[in-house]
């Protein structure tokens, strides 16, 4: 089965398995679980925190964690594709995780 955000969300729904219980259990933000389920891959810290919050997030369902990376992995890349600018790709290429990391932070900070 090819996963993506959305249908992982509907097979999290037809087990009948709240995102509190997940979060709770796998120690992941809410919203980094919604951002998960709806594919919004830029607001990851980077590709380290989306490779292992989605091998938690597929092993609280019971799947295979190595498929659902595999199966989301071309999703991720493209979200920052779109994002990159023509000219100089590299630069603010720093100043760009950093600012991830920070509205990373922010968001599990306004879950407290």
Not at 42 to 56: M, V
Not at 71 to 89: G, I, K
């Amino acid at each position: 089965m090819a996963y993506r955000g959305k249908s992982l969300k509907a097979l999290r729904e037809s087990k009948r398995i709240r995102l509190r219980r997940i979060a709770n259990e796998t120690r992941i933000g809410i919203a980094f679980l919604e951002d998960l389920e709806e594919e919004r891959f830029d607001r990851f810290p980077g590709e380290f925190y989306f490779q292992s919050f989605t091998k938690e997030y597929a092993r609280s369902l019971g799947l295979d964690p190595q498929e659902v990376i595999n199966d989301l992995q071309a999703s991720y890349e493209q979200s920052f594709r779109a994002d990159e600018p023509v000219s100089n790709p590299s630069a603010g290429a720093t100043e760009d995780g950093l600012l991830s990391r920070i509205a990373g932070y922010l968001r599990g900070a306004q879950e407290v």
